[in-house]
């Protein structure tokens, strides 16, 4: 009873920290990424229009993704309001849950041990920690693909019809997600999973129950489908299938190309600090294999979603994320069976990747002009390899455990620094974090060119498009508190404007352009 009644606190505790780290002032900072902005935008226009079919970004057809993300917002939207917690709260919730679900099946099928440094394992990942915090359709997707993965695997085992109603019903809902990989890859894995056990054939097939799976997984997803087909005369269901899903795989979209290795270095960089232990990990779980089949299935989930993102043209670091939950349990079990082992050479190579990060940083900083006076927060980042260094002296005296807790506790403390305040400070440079309380206010926006999406969001309607100086001069001239936005790349062409001048001219944070906002408002009567 004393033993449950620890373990049961130790996972409280963690799940709290979990839900700590990975909700850690997502009210603070603006909804300024790309793809951020346009989902969240997207998901309020579908509430204003009470439309729980059509997406659409500044009223134009998005075809993108599938629309689970969006109910999701909407719903929080309802409740909280539309503002940044809300956009992003729902994908918080779903790191709490894809922290749980793999907790409870690595418990079952191998140990609390297991389960809770696998947990720690996910909640140290600086990169696992900022996937949640975004308004994004991933941290869902990462959701619903480790939990049908498990349930397979559940239903391989125990054979509980329980768990291959989840398993379907996880597809269908990854599928609503982010569309056919959330069908794709499970069906590669248990396709390679049933085929290294020598059991691809149709009794064990028939075991599955596929015809009943696939009346579920329609149930699902079709009527959604079906319904944007529909509404949008097929353009929906084209631009997602051919554009989103045939070109991202068959050739690079918006330059996000690489090598083959890239997706690889992505999951090392991204599951620092308890990467450094991948490469041990994989050689002990493929010799324990036999004794324990969920070692060949967490090898073989981990090999096919890099191994199909290393294949695919377009190539970013999110991608293969949904191996972050296998590849802990991974590292997991390897690290639950380091009582005696030296590490020090581990903390000597931690260090030395806390030096390396602070370094480029700093140097980073410095050479984007408008954050060179933050490159002092930089060193901030010296907690890694401080807390390297207290592990090193903990593995020196044969406490692992105490240094392995050190090297985590480091990294999450950097986590909450960068959440709290390094990225608070680089938020507050971007051109929308200057301008929004100005697009919130003033009711005849618009644009020419391109401008910043994340502005949509802030002005919380459509903001029309204009074609032509002379169209932009009579916006001006109709109006009387007008902005128009816009970037550098166009200026040539708006030398003709009358009636307005250049209010704010700033560098988009980390990107060439640089946004130009145009208003004939006289600023003074909105303080």
Not at 192 to 213: D, S
Not at 293 to 314: H, Q
Not at 323 to 350: C, H, Q, T, V
Request: proline share 4%; glycine share 6%; with cysteine.
């Amino acid at each position: 009873m004393t033993h449950f009644r620890k373990e049961k606190s130790l996972l409280f505790f963690i799940i709290v920290l979990g839900a700590f780290v990975f909700s850690s002032n997502i009210w603070g900072v603006s909804i300024y990424i790309l793809d951020e902005s346009k989902n969240s935008v997207c998901a309020r226009e579908m509430l204003d229009r009470n439309d729980f079919i059509v997406p659409t970004y500044n009223g134009e057809l998005r075809t993108d993704k599938p629309p689970l993300h969006y109910f999701f917002m909407m719903l929080s939207y309802s409740v909280f309001g539309v503002n940044e917690f809300a956009a992003r709260f729902f994908s918080v919730i779903a790191g709490i849950g894809t922290l749980l679900i793999t907790f409870f099946y690595t418990r079952k099928f191998l140990d609390s041990k297991v389960a809770i440094w696998s947990i720690i394992v996910l909640i140290s990942s600086l990169h696992f920690a900022l996937e949640f915090h975004l308004a994004v359709p991933d941290p869902y997707l990462i959701f619903f693909i480790s939990l049908s993965l498990f349930s397979f695997y559940d239903f391989y085992v125990s054979k509980k019809i329980r768990q291959l109603l989840i398993f379907y019903i996880a597809l269908g809902l990854g599928t609503l997600t982010k569309g056919p990989v959330a069908l794709g890859l499970p069906g590669l894995i248990a396709l390679f999973f049933l085929i290294a056990n020598r059991e691809f054939n149709l009794k064990t097939i028939q075991k599955f129950k596929p015809v009943i799976g696939i009346i579920i997984y329609c149930l699902v997803t079709l009527p959604w489908y079906i319904l944007v087909y529909e509404a949008t005369d097929g353009e929906w269901v084209s631009g997602f299938f051919f554009k989103h899903n045939i070109e991202r795989f068959s050739g690079p979209m918006e330059g996000h190309g690489g090598t083959f290795l890239l997706p690889t270095v992505f999951v090392i960089l991204g599951l620092l600090p308890f990467s450094i232990f991948i490469f041990r990990a994989f050689q002990s779980s493929w010799k324990s294999r036999k004794e324990n089949k969920l070692y060949l299935f967490l090898i073989i989930v981990s090999l096919v979603i890099v191994g199909f993102f290393s294949i695919s043209s377009t190539k970013l670091p999110n991608y293969p994320m949904p191996s972050y939950p296998f590849l802990a349990i991974l590292i997991g079990s390897y690290i639950s069976r380091l009582e005696k082992k030296n590490l020090k050479s581990y903390f000597i190579i931690s260090f030395l990747i806390g030096i390396f990060i602070t370094i480029a940083a700093y140097i980073g900083f410095h050479l984007e002009k408008d954050l060179s006076h933050l490159k002092n927060y930089a060193f901030l980042l010296l907690i890694i390899s401080a807390a390297s260094l207290i592990g090193f002296y903990f593995s020196r005296i044969k406490e692992n455990k105490k240094s392995l807790i050190a090297l985590s506790s480091g990294w999450i403390i950097t986590s909450l620094l960068i959440f709290f305040i390094i990225y608070p400070k680089i938020d507050s440079t971007n051109p929308v974090a200057e301008t929004r309380r100005i697009v919130g206010e003033i009711e005849n926006v618009a644009f020419y060119g391109r401008f910043n999406p994340s502005f949509t969001f802030y002005a919380k309607k459509v903001i029309p498009r204009l074609n032509s100086v002379e169209e932009i001069n009579r916006f001006f001239e109709e109006n009387e508190n007008a902005l128009l936005l816009t970037n550098a790349r166009y200026e040539d062409q708006l030398e003709g404007i009358k009636g307005a001048r250049e209010i704010v001219r700033t560098k988009d944070l980390f990107e060439i352009r640089i946004t130009l906002v145009y208003s004939n408002v006289n600023l003074e009567t909105l303080e």
